[in-house]
């Protein structure tokens, strides 16, 4: 029996060393670990950035783990990353990037001798003090094992794929600077719902002084009921974020060896029925030092002046000068 390679997504490779069997390290960020570990839907070919893939195949109805794929050679298709032209079977359209897929074919596939391939995930995480993270920023790898069988119990050596998490680093994208890398920065966006009077005005790099980000809501009273999380809490959306599976990790969320805490300090404004709230959020690393501090403006009050909503000038006397009106006709009226 021979295998090849799992056309594995090429995000971000690192040069990585292998025992007996060809690997390449995929590396996905930290906040991502539970979303990969055992997800079916992330089994298949990658395709390219620009055109990612995310059918997967189809499970055999009779396996209980639903990692279990009969038939599994794959079939002739439009090519994949590693140009095999080889596609997996009974594919199942999905909403999730895929990671990659191991192709075996057995000697004797033509004798109607089929390959049963079964993968299993196994997540090691690494402590601070782990070299792997104190040195490399890894913070935990997954090891997706591929097991082939034939029709006669005969089985292959297993095919490890490394799957890599690393912690991202704390950058603010902002809509004109965003980029192909624009996934691994962190944005603040104005919440849902949408039906409410609230703004948000971005502000400065980290690196800068001043607001990276000012929230205004409206309101004839300092009703700090309004301030909702996802309004002021920056988020990351990551690899597997896209139109038809839209994914937000707020900071505060993250695991990644990192921790949050919020300090903030009030001021009355508009004679005490609003209120400014001078925010500082701080990110702590697993020794408890501040990584970065984020600093946000929330505005309670009325900041609206007000406007002309409806006109009325109605049964109005006009003063009559040599057959005019004060320049109106006589026959009309404004209201």
């Not at 993250?254 to 009030?266: G, P, W």
Request: with cysteine.
């Amino acid at each position: 029996m021979t295998w090849s390679s799992a056309g594995e997504s090429n995000r971000r490779r690192q040069n990585c060393t292998s025992s007996g069997l060809w690997t390449c390290c995929i590396t996905l960020d930290c906040y991502d670990v539970d979303y990969v570990l055992n997800n079916k839907l992330t089994i298949g070919n990658v395709g390219s950035p620009q055109t990612p893939i995310t059918s997967s195949p189809r499970p055999s109805a009779t396996a209980t783990d639903g990692r279990t794929i009969t038939n599994a050679e794959g079939d002739p298709g439009v090519g994949d990353n590693c140009q095999q032209g080889l596609t997996p079977p009974n594919l199942v359209s999905d909403a999730v990037k895929n990671l990659g897929y191991a192709y075996y074919e057995d000697n004797c596939r033509y004798c109607n001798c089929r390959t049963t391939l079964k993968w299993t995930d196994k997540v090691i995480f690494f402590a601070c003090t782990d070299p792997e993270f104190r040195d490399k920023g890894c913070y935990a790898k997954i090891e997706r094992e591929w097991v082939a069988t034939d029709c006669k119990g005969m089985r292959a050596d297993a095919y490890i794929q490394d799957i890599y998490f690393e912690r991202p680093a704390l950058d603010l994208s902002f809509e004109s600077a965003i980029d192909d890398d624009s996934d691994d920065d962190l944005r603040f966006e104005i919440g849902k719902p949408d039906d409410r009077d609230v703004e948000g005005e971005e502000g400065v790099e980290l690196d800068e002084v001043g607001y990276n980000w000012t929230v205004t809501y409206q309101s004839c009273t300092a009703d700090k009921s309004l301030i909702l999380h996802d309004d002021v809490t920056p988020f990351f959306t990551g690899y597997f974020d896209t139109d038809n599976n839209p994914r937000k990790i707020y900071i505060d969320k993250l695991e990644c060896n990192y921790s949050v805490t919020t300090k903030d300090t009030e001021f009355p404004i508009c004679g005490g029925k609003g209120v400014k709230i001078d925010r500082e959020l701080y990110v702590f690393d697993c020794a408890g030092k501040v990584v970065d501090t984020f600093h946000i403006l929330i505005k309670i009050g009325d900041f609206k002046a007000p406007i002309l909503t409806w006109r009325t000038m109605h049964h109005l006397r006009f003063l009559q000068s040599n057959g005019l009106y004060c320049g109106i006709p006589s026959n009309q009226s404004w209201c």
